[in-house]
């Protein structure tokens, strides 16, 4: 799952022996961020209630082996948009919930099988931000936004920053109509979580023991259409809906 949600391009670069590459920022925040939350759930479930996807009972609590081993399944299956589980997520501690939510939006690099926002959107991100407040106390500065040792043009900040607003949106509107369809909150914001990022795991009436079973003819079309939107990460949706799209030009 880690592999698959890897950048393939390092691949090539490492079968032509050019195993430097492997250096990169984005890489080495993914593994970090993988790390950081394998540890938070980890420590969250150590005397945890345990219940394994065998149809059978809770039993027993999770010891130290065990909540490393199904914890960070669990991450990277959530961080990789894979989907897979082997436990009943849905009677973790909180915090490791939340984990997994978090992972479901930071997702895996560009250029991978993963969903997700991506690892160097949120490095963009962050690095915007930076470049925003260092302007606002130096305001003479003129300084070229860069990523790494290239050059990022504006309109590309521009892009990450409308890919950010839309992933917000449509989380927040998704779950607003799904409540308003009958859901809980809980149940809403996971399945939002689940369809945008096209994960796979969601919580409480969708959770790993249940299905999708339960919506209506309208929470189906709404699930499918958020899957569409975040499968093609947005823009190639709305620019079909935009009427210039199929204006010809005169």
């Not at 990022?152 to 839309?166: C, G, H």
Request: proline content about 3%; glycine content about 8%.
């Amino acid at each position: 799952m880690i592999i698959g949600s890897m950048n393939f391009s390092l691949f090539f670069y490492c079968l032509q022996g050019k195993f430097y590459r492997l250096y990169e920022r984005e890489l080495i925040i993914y593994i970090c961020v993988i790390a950081v939350f394998c540890f938070i759930v980890a420590y969250s479930l150590v005397g945890a209630p345990k219940q394994l996807l065998t149809g059978e009972p809770p039993t027993g609590v999770y010891s130290l082996h065990e909540a490393i081993r199904h914890g960070t399944f669990q991450i990277v299956s959530a961080i990789s948009t894979t989907g897979f589980s082997s436990v009943n997520f849905d009677i973790w501690p909180f915090i490791g919930q939340v984990a997994m939510m978090i992972v479901m939006y930071i997702g895996g690099m560009s250029g991978s099988t993963a969903g997700g926002i991506k690892i160097i959107r949120h490095y963009m991100l962050f690095r915007i931000f930076l470049h925003k407040v260092e302007t606002l106390f130096r305001p003479e500065t003129v300084r070229s936004f860069r990523i790494g040792d290239k050059e990022v043009d504006a309109s590309v900040t521009t892009t990450v920053l409308v890919y950010f607003f839309l992933t917000i949106f449509l989380s927040v509107a998704g779950t607003f109509i799904y409540v308003m369809d009958g859901l809980d909150p809980e149940t809403s914001i996971g399945l939002v979580s689940c369809m945008v990022n096209d994960t796979g795991l969601a919580f409480r009436a969708a959770g790993p023991l249940e299905s999708c079973a339960f919506l209506s003819d309208f929470g189906y079309l709404l699930s499918s259409a958020l899957m569409i939107f975040g499968r093609l990460e947005f823009f190639a949706v709305f620019a079909i809906l935009v009427p210039s799209f199929w204006r010809q030009d005169q």
